[in-house]
């Protein structure tokens, strides 16, 4: 009889594949997932950096020669601004509309821009979608980068009139500035008409700087300050909430307007 005698070197190892090599062990797979996540961090890294100078440029060309645009691609502050700034303003409009935005929603926006707080703040909530800007470049750039089934994208000037009712919601973000006191006045007849009785008009505008001139050649009116944007909403709603956020280069004004009281954080 032959004695085998049996050594074991303390080791864990891998279970064996019948006639197959051992299979790598727990710290072995750890370790060359950490190794990958490695590589395609610094290859991220490198495309941020890269996709940040691209869009730096675009916003040095559009913004940066005459004629400016009356829009603003937010894909800009996505991929540029807000990491070289460190600045969360651009954010905020989306967010606060969409706390009071009803859940499946019929929605009018009016002046939406490029549409990108349409798709990404309103579109999942909302059922469906109008959405109006009389600019010629603004409308085909929303449909291209920021569509989604439930948007329409329409181009069309809100001073001739807006799509029939009833809205739950309508989003007026940005832009009330660029009109007159009297078109303002207007236009806030005609959201009244469309809004349920329950329904809500929301937006964001902004103050005029600090030496009266206005920030923007193309503003019609700037805001004084909080009481300034009430009055404006008062005549037509039961319900106003007008608040502000303060940054270094921005004095914010946003707005919540309703027949009945709106539970702004519920």
């Not at 050594?7 to 950490?34: I, M, N, W």
């Not at 905020?92 to 009071?100: C, K, N, P, T, Y």
């Not at 660029?178 to 964001?204: C, N, P, Q, W």
């Not at 270094?248 to 946003?254: D, E, G, Q, V």
């Amino acid at each position: 009889m032959i004695a085998v005698a049996c050594v074991s070197d303390g080791r864990k190892h891998a279970p064996r594949r019948a006639g197959g090599p051992e299979l790598p062990t727990r710290r072995e797979r750890f370790s060359l997932k950490r190794f990958l996540v490695s590589i395609l961090k610094g290859i991220n890294w490198f495309m941020r950096v890269l996709v940040g100078w691209t869009h730096f440029a675009q916003f040095a060309l559009q913004w940066g020669t005459r004629p400016r645009p009356e829009w603003f691609d937010h894909f800009l502050d996505q991929y540029w601004q807000w990491g070289a700034t460190n600045n969360s303003l651009w954010v905020e409009r989306g967010v606060f509309s969409r706390l009071v935005l009803k859940e499946n929603s019929r929605m009018l926006e009016i002046c939406c821009g490029d549409g990108f707080n349409t798709r990404h703040f309103y579109s999942t909530k909302a059922k469906s979608i109008i959405a109006l800007d009389f600019d010629e470049e603004a409308i085909p750039h929303a449909r291209r980068y920021n569509s989604a089934p439930n948007i329409t994208f329409i181009k069309q000037d809100i001073r001739a009139g807006l799509p029939e009712g009833p809205f739950d919601n309508v989003v007026w973000d940005a832009a009330i500035e660029h009109f007159t006191e009297k078109e303002i006045d207007t236009i806030m007849d005609a959201i009244v008409e469309r809004l349920g009785a329950d329904g809500i008009l929301s937006g964001y505008t902004l103050t005029e700087d600090k030496s009266g001139r206005k920030s923007n050649a193309l503003h019609e009116y700037e805001f004084k300050d909080k009481e300034d944007l009430r009055r404006f909403l008062t005549p037509h709603f039961k319900f106003v909430r007008v608040w502000d956020t303060i940054y270094p280069t921005r004095h914010n004004l946003y707005f919540v307007a309703s027949q009945t009281p709106v539970e702004m954080y519920g």
